[in-house]
């Protein structure tokens, strides 16, 4: 059985730094790409980036290149997505997502809150 | 950047009638889109990928279908659990992908 098991909630201050997980298990996570999605709180779903974890190669959309880091470390089957200076506007579900072109399995997602 | 737009923001249907949810691309697509369902406090769910195939374990009463820029997402007959947000996504050629604003069915 395919399987994203995100890590849990977290409550940060503007300024501070966060690294959020995804374990992947049930499939070969070399071989299917992992992307990141946001949630802002009553929205819809944006894209944020993808990356192979085989090679570490890493995609960004334009709307999130330079705000946030893409990472994998295949040996544990996990896929990451951190920042370095978290923002009250990063307040949002986060989820990870296996890609088959279309997103076919979803973790269940992160909640990060970023408040003074 | 691919604009999707999805309608209508709502739709109210009571249990047991059809729903049609529309998607629409600012340039054509092929039929590289996909459906997802969100329920409250749930990840998003795959429902159709290819524009007309249901995902693994997708009931028949969900149906996607259309091509280029228009496409369309029927449930047949609502079932109380049917009720949520759903999302069209293009991936053609990429990345970029981009999601719809998403349609809230509701109970009538």
């Known amino acids: 059985e395919v399987q994203l098991v995100q890590s849990g909630a977290e409550v940060k201050k503007p300024g501070e730094s966060l690294k959020i997980s995804c374990k992947g298990s049930?499939?070969?996570?070399?071989?299917?790409?992992i992307g990141w999605v946001r949630q802002m709180p009553g929205k819809g779903l944006e894209w944020m980036g993808i990356?192979?974890?085989?090679?570490?190669?890493?995609r960004y959309s334009p709307s999130f290149q330079g705000q946030v880091t893409i990472s994998a470390d295949k040996s544990i089957s996990t896929a990451y997505l951190q920042w370095s200076s978290l923002k009250a506007s990063d307040t949002a579900m986060y989820y990870c997502?296996?890609?088959?072109?279309?997103?076919?399995?979803w973790g269940q997602g992160t909640l990060v809150t970023v408040s003074s | 950047e691919i604009v999707m737009t999805q309608s209508p923001a709502t739709l109210s249907v009571s249990p047991g009638e059809r729903a049609t949810l529309s998607c629409r691309a600012s340039?054509?697509?092929?039929?590289?889109l996909a459906w997802y369902q969100q329920k409250p406090g749930q990840a998003p769910r795959l429902l159709i990928y290819?524009?007309?195939t249901r995902a693994t374990g997708i009931p028949a009463r969900f149906s996607g279908s259309g091509s280029g820029t228009e496409f369309t997402l029927t449930i047949s007959s609502l079932q109380s659990e049917d009720f949520a947000v759903y999302y069209c996504?293009?991936?053609?050629?990429?990345?970029?992908?981009?999601f719809g604003g998403g349609t809230k069915v509701e109970i009538k």
């Open positions: 990356i192979y974890p085989g090679d570490s190669d890493t």
């Open positions: 340039q054509s697509v092929s039929s590289n």
């Open positions: 049930g499939y070969s996570f070399t071989s299917y790409w």
């Open positions: 290819g524009a007309s």
């Open positions: 997502a296996r890609l088959a072109d279309y997103f076919d399995y």
């Open positions: 996504q293009q991936y053609n050629n990429w990345p970029p992908t981009t």
